[in-house]
C-alpha cells in the first residue's frame, strides 16, 4: 500500500466510525447519471453561480455601497472633478485602481449572462423533452423561482454601480412600482426611502444582491440537485433504456471528472471574455442624475423583452374619479409578464389535465412525439423573440433604415399573429416529422442504388433500418384524448358538462398525432 | 421485398465496443501524455497570470490588432487566468474521456409511491398522533392558535413601516413658484430670452435660495427644457400661449411615461424625444404626444420675465410632472 491510500484509508476510517458514511457514499459515489450534451446545460448554470458567488465576492471587498456625494480623484481622468456618489466612485475605483478589478468585474458580469442564458437554455431543454413530467414537477417549478428570481438579481446587480445608464433603469422599475393601483406610490416611498432616487436605494439592493437572494438561489439550488440526486436522472430513449432504469457512466470517476473538468471549462470561457470582451463600461456613461440621460440605452438582454413589452404598449391611461391608472405600464410592465410566468410554472399540471396522464415518466420525449407542446413552446419563444426585438427597436431603425414608429407598429402586430402562427406551423411540421419517422420503419432509408425489375422498371433499393433504429422510432406511446362524455349513463346532462367539453376539446388537440408503425404493419410489408 | 424489416420491440443495451487506449499499451501512454501537457499548459497560464499582477503596470497599454489599445495588466492577467483554466477542465475531460473506463452502466429505477402498506400506515400515525395533541378536542385552544397564528405575520411587515416616510402630496409638488428664476444647469447662471436663440434647447432649473442645496430628488421633478420657436409657429389655446414668452416655451423634462430625461430634440420637425421608450411629443401643439407609449403631454411650465429681464415662472406647475401614480386627478 502506497503511502497516499495509507492515509486516505485512515481519514476514511476517521470519518465513519462517526458518521457511519462509508455505506452511504459507497452507494452514491457509484451513482450512474446519463450522458448527453443537453444535460450540461443546467450544469453551466450552477458553474456561472458558483463564479458569480467567487467574483462577486471579491468585488465586494472594494465596492462601497453608498449614496453618499464624493468628488472623484482617481486615475481616470476625463471624469476628474465630478461629483458622483460613493458607488460609482468606488467601481471607477475597482476598473481603473484595483489591480485584476476590470477583469473582476467584467468576468462577473460575463458570469451573469452566462448563468441567465444556460438557465434559459436548461428550461427550454426540459420543456420540449418533457422532463418537468411527474415526478420531477417541483423541480420544474424551482427552475422558474430561479429564473425569476436570476432576472431580478441581474437587474439589482446591473443597478449597483449607479451610473448614468443603470439609473435610468431603476427610474424605469420606480415608475412600474409606482403604477400599481392604491398601494403604488407607498411602495415606491418605502422601497426608495422618501421620493426617487434618495440616498437609501443602493445600500438596500447591495443587501439584496450579495446576501439575501444569492442566499436563496443557495437553498434552492441545493434542493433542486437533492432531487436531481434522489429522483435519479432523465435519459433519452434509445435500446436498452427503459423507465425501469438508468444507462449512464458512474459518478466516480468517469462523472466526477468530466463535471469538474467542465466547471474549469466554463470558468476558463468566462475569464476569457471577461479578459478580451468589454462589457458594461460604466465610466463612459458618468454618474447618474434624473436630468440626463445616455442616448440608446440597452438594457442586458434578459431585461430586454421586458422593455420591448413597454416600448409596444398602446398609450392608455385611464382618469376616473380624482384617480389614475396607467394601462401603458401595468399591461406590459406587470400583467402580461404575469401571465407568462404563472403560465410557465403551472404548464406541468396543465399538460397533465390536458393528457390525463397521472404516471411516472423517465424516459424523455423527441419534441415532434409532443406537437401540441412543441408547439407552444414555439408558441412562446416567438412571443419573446418579438418582445426582444422590439426592445432593440432603435438599433433595429438606424441598420436598415426604417423608422421606429414602423418597426413598432410591425411588432405590435407581430406580437398577435406571429406566436399563434409559429404554433400552427410547429405543430404541422411536428406531424410530418412523425409521418416521415413512419416511412422509415414501414420502408426503410433510401440508398440511391437502382435495380431493375425482370420486367424492366426500375425502383429504388431501400434498406430497413436496425432493430436499435426502428426501436428508438417506435418505443413512444401515444395516448388517446380524453372522453369526457356530457350525459352520463342514464342520458342525464352532467354537471360541469361545459368544463367537460372544453377539456375534451384541449385533450383532443394535445393527442393529436400520426399512428406510429405496429409490428402487424411491418409483417404484412414482409408478405408481399 | 427480401430484406429483412426491422422487429419493433426493445433489442436491448448496444454491445460495448472497445477505445485504443484499452487496449493498446502504447495508445493509452499516448493519451496519457497529452494530459499532462494540457495540465502543464494550465501551470503556465498561472505563472502568466503572476507576472502580469506583479510586474505588469495598471497603467501601460498596448496595442492588439481588431482589439485596439488593451490594458496590458488586465488583459495579461485576464489571459493568464483563462489558460489556467481551460487546460485544467481539458485535460480532466481527456482523461476522463480516453483512459477511464468507458462502459455505460445500468441502475434500476423504482417507483416513487410507497408501498399501500406504508401509507396507510403513515395515515394512522398521523391521526394518532395528532389526536394525542387533543387539537380536534379543544377548540378553544385551536381558535386562539389560529388567531396568534394569522396575527404574528403581521410584526414583522409593521417592522417595514419604517423603512420609509409617506408619499403626501409629495409626488404632486416640484420647488417651481411663483417669481423662481430658471437658471442654467449645472453652471447656475439665470437667463434672458436673448440668451437663447430661436431653434435652441436649453434644460434650466428653479433658482435656490440662500441656504438651500439641490438634491437628485429636486433635480427629478424640477428639471425643465425651455425650446425657442417662432411665436407664430405654436398652435396653442390662448391659455397655453400666454404661458409662453417671445418664443420660449416652458416644459417638464421628466417623461410622462417612465420619468427617463426627455433629451433628443429634433430641430426640423420641432419633436421631443424620450430615448427610453421613444415617446415623441410635439413641441408647437404644447408637447401632445404624438408616437409612443407616454399618454400624456409633458406638462408647460409658465413663464415670463422679471423686472431685470430674467425668466421666472408666473407659477408653478398646475399638475404633477413625471410618471403617473394612482392618486394623481388627471
Ligand atoms: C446569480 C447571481 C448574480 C448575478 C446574476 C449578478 C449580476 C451582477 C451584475 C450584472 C452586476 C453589474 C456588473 C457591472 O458592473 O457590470 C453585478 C454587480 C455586482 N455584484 Fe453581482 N450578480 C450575482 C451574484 C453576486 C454575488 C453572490 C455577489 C457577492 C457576494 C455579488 C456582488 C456584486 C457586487 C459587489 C457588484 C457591484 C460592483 C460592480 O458593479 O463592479 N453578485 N452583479
Ligand atoms: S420614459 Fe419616456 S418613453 Fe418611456
Same mark, same amino acid.
Request: avoid cysteine.
Given at each position: 500500500m502506497s503511502t497516499g491510500e495509507k492515509v486516505a484509508g485512515s481519514v476514511a476510517n476517521y470519518v465513519d466510525e462517526r458518521t457511519g458514511a462509508a455505506k452511504w457514499l459507497k452507494k452514491n459515489l457509484t451513482k450512474v447519471f446519463p450522458d448527453h450534451w443537453s444535460f450540461m446545460l443546467g450544469e453551466i448554470a450552477l458553474y456561472s453561480f458558483i463564479i458569480l458567488l467567487l467574483? /462577486?465576492?471579491? *468585488?465586494?471587498?472594494?465596492?462601497?455601497?453608498?449614496?453618499?456625494?464624493?468628488?472623484?480623484?482617481?486615475?481616470? %481622468?476625463?471624469?476628474?472633478?465630478?461629483?458622483?456618489?460613493?458607488a460609482y466612485d468606488s467601481t471607477l475605483h475597482i476598473s481603473f485602481d484595483v489591480r485584476g478589478g476590470l477583469l473582476m468585474r467584467q468576468i462577473h458580469h460575463w458570469a451573469a449572462l452566462l448563468f441567465m442564458s444556460s438557465i434559459v437554455a436548461h428550461m427550454l431543454r426540459v420543456f420540449f423533452t418533457g422532463a418537468f413530467r411527474k415526478p420531477r414537477e417541483f423541480n420544474w417549478i424551482i /427552475?422558474?423561482? *430561479?429564473?425569476?428570481?436570476?432576472?431580478?438579481?441581474?437587474?439589482?446587480?446591473?443597478?449597483?454601480?449607479?451610473? %448614468?445608464?443603470?439609473?435610468?433603469?431603476?427610474?424605469?422599475?420606480?415608475?412600474i412600482i409606482q403604477a400599481i393601483p392604491i398601494v403604488g406610490s407607498y411602495l415606491t416611498f418605502f422601497a426608495f426611502g422618501g421620493p426617487f432616487p434618495g440616498t437609501s436605494f443602493i445600500p438596500r439592493i447591495f443587501t439584496v444582491h450579495v446576501l439575501l437572494l444569492p442566499g436563496i438561489f443557495l437553498a434552492l439550488i441545493t434542493v433542486h440537485l437533492m432531487l436531481v440526486w434522489y429522483q435519479k436522472h432523465t435519459q433519452y430513449p434509445g435500446p436498452g433504456r427503459t423507465e425501469k432504469n438508468v444507462i449512464g457512466y458512474p459518478l466516480m470517476p468517469v462523472y466526477m471528472a468530466k463535471a469538474g473538468g467542465f466547471f474549469f471549462i466554463v470558468f476558463g470561457i468566462s475569464a476569457f471574455l471577461g479578459a478580451v470582451a468589454s462589457i458594461n463600461p460604466i465610466w463612459l456613461y458618468g454618474p447618474y442624475t434624473p436630468g440626463q440621460i445616455s442616448a440608446g440605452s440597452q438594457p442586458d438582454w434578459y431585461m430586454g423583452w421586458l422593455d420591448g413589452l413597454v416600448r409596444m404598449a398602446p398609450p392608455i391611461e385611464t382618469h376616473a374619479f380624482h384617480h389614475t391608472i396607467s394601462w401603458n405600464i401595468l399591461i406590459p410592465g406587470v400583467i402580461v409578464p404575469g401571465i407568462f410566468f404563472t403560465f410557465l410554472a403551472l404548464y406541468p399540471f396543465i399538460e397533465s389535465w390536458m393528457s390525463n396522464d397521472k404516471r411516472e415518466h423517465h424516459l424523455l420525449d423527441r419534441p415532434r412525439n409532443a406537437p401540441n407542446r412543441t408547439a407552444l413552446g414555439a408558441f412562446g419563444i416567438t412571443f419573446m423573440l418579438v418582445t426582444l426585438a422590439n426592445g432593440g427597436n432603435d438599433l433595429i431603425a438606424t441598420h436598415f433604415s426604417l423608422s421606429i414608429n414602423q418597426i413598432t407598429w410591425m411588432s405590435r402586430i407581430g406580437i398577435l399573429i406571429l406566436p399563434p402562427l409559429a404554433f400552427f406551423v410547429t405543430k404541422r411540421l411536428c406531424l410530418s416529422l412523425q409521418r416521415a419517422d413512419r416511412e422509415l420503419v414501414l420502408h426503410g432509408k433510401e440508398t440511391g442504388r437502382l435495380v431493375r425489375l425482370p420486367h424492366g422498371e426500375f425502383v429504388e433499393v431501400h434498406e430497413p433500418l436496425t432493430d436499435a433504429q426502428a426501436w428508438t422510432l417506435t418505443q413512444h406511446e401515444q395516448l388517446p384524448a380524453l372522453e369526457l362524455p356530457e350525459v352520463d349513463a342514464h342520458g342525464v346532462l352532467r354537471p360541469g358538462g361545459l368544463r367537460n367539453r372544453f377539456r375534451a376539446k384541449v385533450s383532443r388537440s394535445n393527442a393529436e398525432a400520426i399512428a406510429k408503425p405496429k409490428p402487424d404493419d411491418l409483417k404484412g410489408i414482409e408478405d408481399h | 421485398m427480401s430484406d429483412k424489416a426491422p422487429r419493433l420491440s426493445d433489442p436491448g443495451l448496444p454491445e460495448h465496443v472497445h477505445r485504443k487506449a484499452d487496449t493498446d499499451p502504447a495508445a493509452a501512454k499516448k493519451a496519457e501524455r497529452q494530459v499532462a501537457i494540457l495540465f502543464t499548459l494550465s501551470a503556465l497560464g498561472t505563472i502568466l497570470f503572476i507576472y502580469s499582477y506583479i510586474w505588469v503596470k495598471t497603467d501601460r497599454f498596448i496595442f492588439i490588432p481588431i482589439m485596439g489599445d488593451q490594458n496590458a495588466s488586465q488583459l495579461g492577467m485576464g489571459i493568464g487566468l483563462t489558460f489556467s483554466l481551460l487546460f485544467i477542465g481539458m485535460g480532466a475531460i481527456h482523461w476522463a474521456k480516453s483512459l477511464m473506463p468507458d462502459n455505460e452502466v445500468a441502475a434500476e429505477r423504482h417507483e416513487f409511491r410507497s408501498e399501500e402498506a406504508d401509507r396507510a400506515d403513515f395515515v394512522a400515525t398521523v391521526k394518532e398522533q395528532g389526536a394525542a395533541s387533543g387539537l380536534g378536542r379543544r377548540s378553544l385552544i385551536k381558535r386562539s392558535l389560529g388567531l396568534s397564528l394569522g396575527l404574528i405575520g403581521l410584526s414583522p411587515l409593521l417592522l417595514l413601516r419604517d423603512l420609509g416616510p409617506l408619499p403626501k402630496k409629495s409626488l404632486e409638488q416640484t420647488s417651481w413658484k411663483t417669481g423662481t428664476r430658471l437658471v442654467t444647469d449645472p453652471s447656475g447662471r439665470p437667463i434672458k430670452p436673448s440668451d437663447l436663440e430661436v431653434g435652441a434647447v436649453a434644460q434650466v432649473l428653479p433658482e435656490l435660495q440662500p441656504g438651500q442645496e439641490r438634491t437628485l430628488e429636486n433635480v427629478g421633478k424640477d428639471a425643465v427644457l425651455l425650446i425657442r420657436l417662432r411665436p407664430e409657429e405654436f398652435e396653442l389655446s390662448p391659455e397655453r400661449l400666454s404661458w409662453t414668452y417671445q418664443g420660449i416655451i416652458a416644459f417638464s423634462k421628466i417623461c410622462t411615461h417612465m420619468g427617463c430625461a426627455v433629451a433628443l430634440y429634433e430641430q426640423q420637425t420641432k419633436h421631443l424625444l424620450c430615448p427610453c421608450h421613444q415617446s415623441t411629443f410635439d413641441v408647437p401643439r404644447a408637447a401632445k404626444v404624438i408616437f409612443g407609449p407616454a399618454a400624456r403631454p409633458l406638462p408647460q411650465l409658465a413663464i415670463t420675465v422679471d423686472s431685470e429681464g430674467y425668466l421666472v415662472a408666473q407659477k408653478p406647475f398646475t399638475e404633477p410632472v413625471g410618471p403617473s401614480f394612482w392618486e394623481r386627478s388627471s
Open positions: 467574483t /462577486g465576492t471579491f *468585488l465586494t471587498f472594494w465596492f462601497d455601497p453608498s449614496q453618499r456625494e464624493v468628488i472623484y480623484h482617481g486615475s481616470y %481622468l476625463p471624469l476628474n472633478g465630478i461629483h458622483m456618489s460613493a /427552475g422558474i423561482g *430561479l429564473l425569476t428570481l436570476g432576472i431580478v438579481e441581474g437587474f439589482l446587480g446591473y443597478s449597483l454601480p449607479d451610473d %448614468l445608464l443603470s439609473g435610468t433603469g431603476i427610474r424605469i422599475a420606480e415608475a | -
